[in-house]
């Protein structure tokens, strides 16, 4: 366990509590959001229904729409089914896993109000099941519209990050560096980006967690139009001045980042955050060279190398 110097100590806790994290577990995940666990919490969860449906990936919110859709009809198509096949006009069908086939898609041409074909509901406790689910459809879509716009308009920073962080040479030494940069064809200006040193230290007779924010060569830029590369020079008032890569592994350390710019799309501030582990560091190498001009001298950049580094 490593001890850390007295300038670098800091009291303050980042909302993960002290206690030591042990088998390399991260803190934060890749894409920004808290490893942590929650529990005693009931199997059903409305509160957090809403969030979960805007945050998750796009191929769980389809997988999600899709099944609700057809278990929806599929509920209906039952009803319709018990209460008898003869009180849908239009229904031919003599085999049973027809004739649940067309109450299927009655129910599904129901709930979007597309209006009816061959088939229409006929008896009056039909026709108040086929009311309340044209009713419940208007409701339904309505939110499924409002979901798919405010997963839409919902203002985020799709920054691309090296994956590894290196220590490369700096003037007359070293220094820990990565870089980023925007995947959008957008403006962000007004940049500003803070990075943790999150790491278990010695205190006493015991292990306790510590977050020590690490002094960088320049901590806010005002516009990202190519990449940034973000220095912490090492020197000896750094806590990881001379400190050893098992050093960083045995104090299971991590590297978090926090990332603020001002979306000029969205009008917004936006907000990003990474981290790299102690085996995500990379000792005696520079990152490769991703900016060059074309024939016309105009810039470009290779975001696909965003993460080349050469060992020197």
Request: charged share 20%; aromatic share 14%; net charge neutral.
């Amino acid at each position: 366990m490593i001890k850390i110097k007295h300038k670098s100590t800091i009291n303050e806790d980042l909302g993960f509590g002290k206690n030591p994290t042990q088998n390399n577990q991260r803190l934060l995940n890749k894409d920004g959001s808290s490893n942590i666990k929650r529990k005693g919490l009931p199997f059903f969860k409305p509160h957090e229904a809403y969030n979960s449906l805007i945050f998750m990936s796009w191929t769980r919110f389809w997988i999600t729409i899709s099944i609700s859709y057809i278990g929806i009809n599929i509920f209906f198509a039952f009803i319709y089914y018990s209460l008898g096949m003869e009180h849908l006009n239009g229904s031919v069908s003599t085999e049973p896993f027809k004739k649940f086939l067309d109450a299927f898609f009655f129910s599904a041409q129901t709930i979007a109000t597309v209006g009816y074909g061959h088939l229409s509901p006929n008896g009056f406790l039909t026709n108040i099941v086929a009311a309340f689910e044209s009713f419940l459809g208007l409701l339904t879509f309505a939110l499924a519209t409002g979901l798919l716009y405010g997963r839409f308009s919902r203002p985020n920073a799709k920054i691309i990050y090296s994956e590894n962080i290196l220590v490369a040479p700096y003037l007359e030494g070293k220094a820990y560096m990565f870089r980023f940069a925007n995947l959008r064809s957008n403006q962000l200006i007004e940049l500003h980006v803070e990075v943790l040193l999150s790491i278990n230290v010695g205190e006493g007779e015991k292990a306790t967690r510590r977050f020590v924010p690490l002094k960088l060569e320049r901590n806010t830029i005002n516009l990202l139009t190519l990449s940034w590369t973000v220095v912490h020079p090492l020197d000896e008032e750094s806590i990881l001045y001379n400190l050893s890569a098992k050093e960083l592994i045995d104090g299971d350390a991590e590297f978090i980042i926090m990332l603020k710019a001002f979306d000029d799309a969205f009008s917004q501030t936006v907000h990003s955050r990474n981290s790299y582990k102690a085996n995500e560091v990379v000792f005696d190498a520079k990152f490769e060279k991703i900016i060059n001009t074309d024939k016309d001298g105009i810039a470009e950049i290779d975001l696909a190398k965003i993460s080349d580094y050469q060992v020197i």
